[in-house]
Every structure is written in C-alpha cells, then in structure tokens.
C-alpha cells in the first residue's frame, strides 16, 4: 500500500484554506488543514471533511439529464446543447432576447473555470436579464465602493492581523469563516486582538458565538444600525474628534456629513437601536483612543432594509476617525491576479465603461428597480416571470443555485418556475430548484478541478497566491465547466460553418491549456510581474502559497475614480435619511410580534452540503432561536412546534427558547427545506428542515440598491396548540 500527500485549496467558503490530503492507493484517508500553507497555516472547519463525500456522492450527476414523461431521462452532452441552443434560439426569435434570464449563485466565485468561461456564454445570451446572488448578499457594500472608491470590487478590509481594537457588526465569522474579509483561521486572528491587549466589540441582535469571545457585545434592534452609525458620527463631531489624517487631502464633503447626523444623538436614537448612550460615547472614545482601529459589517446589515446606508456609515465611522488606508484599520488587498483591472468595466469612469457598467443604468420592467453590474435585483426575478406583457421572461437558465431556498418569496419563486417554457440547470445535483429544470447539466466536483482564487485574493487581508491541481481526473462520459461553458458559447455565437470549426478548435484548446493561460496572463499584467516572476509552474512548485506581504496603504493612487479623489457623501446615500426618519417617526404603529433574522453554522454552507451525512447527523439545527419573555407571552414550551407567519408565508419550526436572543427578535437559519419528488438529495431530504426564506418579503428592500431585507423581516408567532 502506498500513502501519498497531495494539497489543494478548499473551495467552499471565502476562507479559501490550504487543505492536506493522504491516500491510500487512491483513496482519501485523510483531510487535515495544510500547517504550512502560508496563509491559512493549518487551520479548517468540519465542512472541508465533506469535500470527500460531494466527490462519491452516488446522488451527483455526471451526465446530463433531461426531463421526460416517465422521468429524467441519462443524454449525451452534444444532445443536451443542442436542445438548449434550439429551444433557447426559439424563444428569443419568437419574444426577444430578454426573454431568457439568467441566476448565477453563490459558487460560481469559488469556482475558477466558471469565472474564467462562464461569461462567454451567458453574455453570448444578449440578455439584460441577469440575477444572482449578489442581491441577497453583498451589493450595498458594492455600491458603496463604486460610489466611493470607483469600483465595485475596491472593497475595503479590515486589517485584523495588525488592529487593536474591531467594531463587528451584523457578522459572525467565527461560524462563517468571515466574508469580504478573507482570513482563515479568524477566531484565532480576533484572540491575538486580545492578546496583544486589544479589544473586539461585537453588534448583533443575538449573543453569537463571535460576540462569546468578545471583550463587550452590544444588542441592537434589526435594521436598525444606521441610527447607531448616525450617533457614532455625532459623538465624533461632538467631541471634536472627527481625524481624517492623511485621506483629508484626498477627501471631499465632509461638511455634508456634518449637518446630516446632527439629529442623531445618541439619545435621540436610543429607542431605534436599544443601545444605551453612555455606553455608545464609551465605545467611540475607546475606538477614537486605539492607535489602530476598524470597523467591519457584514450581511446581517447589508440584507436589511438600510444596508446600503449602513454599509456606508461604517466606512464613514472608519474615514473620519483616520483609519482608511492606514495600519490596523481598513485597507486594501493588492492581488497577483488583479480581477479590477482586468475588468475596467466595473468601474465608475465613463470612458473606461463598456458593456456591462455600474449602477441605474437600466430597470426592471415590472418593479422599475435599478440594475448593478448588469444584473437586476432577484427580488424582482418572480414577478418578471408572472407578469404578463412584452419582455416577461419565458426561459429561465440557473448556474450554481437554489434560488427557491435562497432568494426571499420561495414559494411565489416556486410558482413562477413551473410556468416558464423552458429551464436549464447547470448543477451537479437536482435539488428544490433545479427539479424544475428540462436539462440538467453537470459539471464535476470541486476536486476534480483545478483552483485559483481569483475573486477572494481581492478580499483577503494579506496578499499570498497560490494554486491548486485537481487531486482526481473527471468521471469518464463527464466535461469539465470549461468545456460545457465553451460548448455551449459556440453554439450561441458561432453563425457559420467556419467560426463553428474554429469554435470547435478554440475549446479544444481551451480547454487543455485556458485555465492557466489566463492566470499567467493576469500574473504577467499584475504587480509582482517584476518581483516573483509568478506564473502557475512557479505555484505548482510552492504548493502551499506564496506570501506577498501584508496589505500596502496606496490612496489615492489605486482609487478609480478619474480625479482621484473620494466624495464623502454621494447624494443617494444622503438622501436615504429621509426614509430613515420616517422609520422612527412610523414605529410606534409598526404591527408585529418579532423580528426575524438568520443565522449560519459551522456544518452548513448556504443551502447545499446537506447531503453530506456528518453536514446533517445530530440533533435538528435547524430550529427557531426564541427570547424566554416572548415565549412566555406566546405560551410556548422548548423543543415545540411554533407557527411564523408573514407577509407572503407561513411555516411550522421548533422553537429553541434562549436568552441568547433579543427579547422582539427570532432567529432561523437558511438553506433548509429540502423537499420535492424530483429531488434526488436523499441524506438532505431525511432531514429537511424548513425554508425560512418561504417568509422573506420579496417587497422588503434596500430601497437604494436594490438589495433584499431578508434580515428584520416582521413577522407573527403562534403556538398551534394554542
Ligand atoms: N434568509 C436568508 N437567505 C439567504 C441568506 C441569509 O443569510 N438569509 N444568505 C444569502 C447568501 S449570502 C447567499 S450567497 C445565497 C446563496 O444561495 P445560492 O446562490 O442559491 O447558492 P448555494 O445555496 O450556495 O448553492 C446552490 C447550488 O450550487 C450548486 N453548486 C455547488 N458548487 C457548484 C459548482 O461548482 N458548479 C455548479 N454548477 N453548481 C455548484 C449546489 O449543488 C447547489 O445546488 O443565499 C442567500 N440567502
Ligand atoms: N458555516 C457557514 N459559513 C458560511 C456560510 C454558511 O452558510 N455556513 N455562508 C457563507 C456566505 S455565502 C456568506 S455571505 C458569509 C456571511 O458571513 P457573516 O456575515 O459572518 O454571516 P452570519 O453568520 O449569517 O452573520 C450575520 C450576523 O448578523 C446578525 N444580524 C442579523 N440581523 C442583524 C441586524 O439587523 N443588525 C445587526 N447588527 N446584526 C444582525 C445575525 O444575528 C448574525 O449573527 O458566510 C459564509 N460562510
Ligand atoms: S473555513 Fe471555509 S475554506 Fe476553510 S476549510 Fe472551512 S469551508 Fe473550507
Ligand atoms: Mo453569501
């Protein structure tokens, strides 16, 4: 018997760990986190372990399947893009181009292939209707950047591993392994805060297990950490301590904010947010007094109805008190492969804008919301498939997602989906969404690809790089995402003989060489071209990474915006107040029993791992966290069935009765509800959960990007005993 040792990233979460794996002959006996990667330096979650049973899963397509009166039906590739050109090609000439969307969800960024090839195809398409997971998830902190810095991508990140004192709001990385901060091993990161005598705050309407390690945590009310952003800004211009040191030459319109937090003393706002004042004066004092500080949001306050105003006010709270672009506050990461400039597109200059530009330059047709990045909220997605008229979506293609179990409305989604004409899937499993796919096309698992980071370099708090060959070759009679994306493209674009033939030829090539073609390129264009000489033969020799230093100040020069300079109050942030007042001046009518949010746990990765039996095995996860005082009001006892209704649904859920949550607040997880005939995730469906976005209110939004509230949604509860 031989043992071998072979590395490769792990891919599933934005923590993106170096991953140890011994064989025996050719099977796994092992998966450890990688001691001597020289970012993630050993560390892992339980998730990783199920890298190996995604990989055998007997449930996981290999070849594409089709939907037939007696069932899914075993095609060839060729048959399956075929019927996709030919039926997609019929419904565009019959109702348009746009009469084809497209939901692009939350794995494509981990998957390297896709990034690099997937946009052939969809943009072969010329469809404006784009969705993904974007609009659940990040895009407040993408248009504060765009307005901000110039770029959507120029997201600032905490500098966790030189700060000494963090503010985390609306996140909890000790469970999700951080996001738009790539760090991994991050609770060891925020304990050496600790050890080096710093301090870690933690804002969150439950007592998570972030806020457990933490030197003070703070309730908040949801959706409601924009009164306390305001008042933090009030006490900095209150006590003169507004610092914007170096950025101040580069910095316009601070008068601006001047006068708008006026009104937001931290009294005024104490019946918003719960947060008593003396204790927010403390808090600014000690964050003003910490050489360097940070402040970091994350999703439980960019899903909710002010995320974008949240999402700025925070990099506001982080600019006037001097922490931009300097040492232990938020900084900016400089990849190897620099997706910003590869993709000039994204930014905010008009003469650098081609097809694809910023934001509101284009808006839905039903709900006139503003697209971002070409794409339109997916709050909107349903309504654009029922309503009636020119440009109503008759084809519906998903990438890597379960929208039904991940977009607000599942059940309004639900219904859309089985009226459409046509629906393709791209997806190694049939789950609550993709049943409703005529073709299914598989690509292989995360181990059977190669693997670069190329989005959460951009995102990580210290510049490495590193590459990943796949530890197994692809299943025989399966294609790999470069030669189904390239596959289908030519089909799309290619119109005569010839540009098939060459098309033909292009993949081929593509898809032996493409993936490290484009990454040398990228490395060639970067900022280490003179200094590392990288390229993926030199990586292939360094398996666990290179590290390329800790992030650089390096404003104003890497800002996008044509002058160089950063408008402190863009007027659609600014305006927003308005409807933020109203709020205070509306809530004593507010007519609701709680406030629901979510949560995250180590064993789940959004709505997909469930089929992995050590992601499931225990006790129900998968259950709503409820405050002893309101269960006491509603007579409910623990572990019982309670009812939760809103707006657009009702579901049943065992209640978990915990003062680790708010009095006012309920707390149920997301990605469960696995159900459905067609479905073929059979561990995941023995233990189904509920799907909590059946409640999520696809009306309930950021009103200024677009972005779903899916966190302080209000809802009733009732005990059907009762
Ligand atoms: N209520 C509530 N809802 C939420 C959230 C919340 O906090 N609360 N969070 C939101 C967030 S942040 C996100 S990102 C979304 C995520 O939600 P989605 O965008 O739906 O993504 P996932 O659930 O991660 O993955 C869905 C599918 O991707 C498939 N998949 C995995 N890897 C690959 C691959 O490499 N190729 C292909 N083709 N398919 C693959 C899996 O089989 C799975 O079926 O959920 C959002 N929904
Ligand atoms: N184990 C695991 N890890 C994951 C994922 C997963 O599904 N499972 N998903 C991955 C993805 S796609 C993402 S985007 C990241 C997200 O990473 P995080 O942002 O760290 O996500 P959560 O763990 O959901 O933490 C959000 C926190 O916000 C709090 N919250 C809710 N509403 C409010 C509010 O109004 N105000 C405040 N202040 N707090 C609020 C919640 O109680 C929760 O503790 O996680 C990633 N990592
Ligand atoms: S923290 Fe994320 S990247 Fe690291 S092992 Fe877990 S799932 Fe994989
Ligand atoms: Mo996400």
Same mark, same amino acid.
């Given at each position: ?312 006010? &925070? ?341 978990? &009765? ?65």
């Amino acid at each position: 018997m031989t043992t071998t040792t072979k590395y490769h990233a792990c891919n599933l979460c934005e923590a993106i760990c170096g991953l140890k794996f011994t064989f025996e002959n050719d099977q796994i006996i092992s998966i450890k986190g990688d001691p001597d990667d020289v970012f993630s330096q050993g560390h892992i979650c339980p998730k990783a372990i199920a890298l190996q049973d995604i990989y055998k899963d007997p449930d996981r397509l290999k070849k594409p399947i089709k939907k037939t009166a007696n069932g899914w039906q075993e095609i060839s590739w060729n048959q399956a893009f075929d019927e996709i050109h030919n039926k997609i090609s019929v419904l565009q000439n019959q109702y348009g181009n746009d009469s084809v969307a497209v939901y692009q969800g939350n794995p494509v960024v981990h998957n390297l292939e896709a990034m690099l090839f997937g946009p052939r195809f969809f943009k072969s398409l010329k469809t404006k209707n784009h969705y993904s997971a974007t609009s659940v998830d990040q895009l407040p902190e993408q248009l504060v950047s765009l307005k901000l810095f110039g770029h959507s991508l120029m997201v600032p990140l905490p500098d966790v591993d030189r700060t000494d004192f963090i503010i985390i709001i609306g996140a909890n990385p000790v469970v999700s392994n951080g996001s738009l901060m790539t760090a991994p091993g991050i609770k060891k990161r925020l304990q050496k805060i600790q050890k080096r005598q710093g301090k870690v705050i933690v804002i969150d309407p439950r007592k998570t297990e972030t806020a457990n390690l933490a030197d003070q945590h703070l309730f908040i009310k949801p959706g409601n950490d924009a009164f306390l952003l305001l008042s933090m800004l009030h006490v900095l211009f209150d006590n003169n301590w507004v610092n914007l040191k170096s950025t101040q030459r580069y910095c316009d319109n601070l008068e601006t904010i001047e006068s708008m937090v006026k009104p937001f003393s931290p009294q005024a706002v104490e019946e918003m947010t719960g947060v008593d004042p003396t204790i927010v004066i403390e808090l600014v004092k000690n964050f003003c007094a910490a050489n360097k500080a940070c402040c970091y949001g994350r999703i439980g306050v960019s899903t909710h109805e002010f995320g974008t105003l949240t999402q700025w006010l &925070i990099v506001i709270f982080n600019i006037l008190t001097g922490h931009l672009d300097h040492e232990g506050g938020i900084m900016f990461s400089l990849p190897a492969f620099d997706f910003m400039n590869r993709n000039q597109h994204r930014t905010s200059s008009p003469s650098k804008r081609k097809t694809r530009t910023g934001f509101a330059d284009a808006h839905s047709r039903v709900r006139n919301l503003p697209n971002f990045n070409g794409e339109f909220p997916v709050a909107t997605l349903a309504e654009e498939i029922l309503t009636q008229g020119e440009g109503q979506i008759r084809a519906l293609i998903t990438h890597c997602g379960n929208p039904i179990l991940s977009t607000p409305n599942g059940n309004q989604l639900e219904t859309a989906l089985k009226q459409l004409d046509f629906c393709v899937a791209i997806d190694f499993y049939v789950n609550e969404t993709t049943q409703y796919a005529d073709i299914i096309l598989p690509p292989p698992s995360a181990l059977e690809r190669p693997h670069y980071d190329i989005i959460f370099y951009t995102l990580a708090i210290r510049n490495s790089t590193r590459f990943s060959d796949p530890l197994f070759p692809i299943s025989k009679g399966s294609l790999s995402d470069t030669e189904i994306f390239l596959n289908l493209a030519r089909r799309f674009k290619a119109k005569t003989i010839m540009q098939k033939i060459m098309g033909w030829f292009e993949m081929k090539l593509l898809s032996k060489f493409g993936v490290a073609l484009a990454i040398n390129q990228q490395f060639k264009k970067g900022p280490y071209s003179n200094s590392q000489k990288l390229s993926v033969k030199k990586l292939r020799q360094h398996p666990h990474g290179i590290d390329l230093g800790a992030m650089k100040p390096c404003l104003p020069e890497r800002l996008f915006n044509e002058n160089k300079r950063i408008n402190l109050a863009p007027a659609i942030f600014v305006d927003d107040i308005q409807r933020l007042k109203q709020k205070q001046q509306n809530a004593s009518k507010d007519k609701f029993d709680l406030l629901l949010i979510g949560r995250r746990d180590p064993r789940t990765n959004n709505s997909w791992l469930h089929n992995s039996f050590r992601m499931v095995k225990g006790k129900n996860r998968c259950v709503a966290l409820i405050n002893p005082k309101d269960a006491n009001d509603k007579q409910i006892n623990e572990g019982s069935l309670v009812q939760v209704q809103s707006r657009v649904g009702q579901i049943e859920i065992e209640a978990h &009765i915990t003062d680790e949550i708010m009095q006012g607040v309920i707390s149920i997880p997301h990605g469960w509800g696995h159900k459905g005939d067609a479905v073929n995730l059979s561990v995941a469906k023995a233990h189904a959960g509920v799907n909590i976005n059946i409640l999520t209110d696809e009306q309930f939004l950021d009103k200024v990007s677009g972005n779903t509230a899916l966190n302080g949604v209000p809802v009733t509860l009732s005990s059907p005993n009762i």
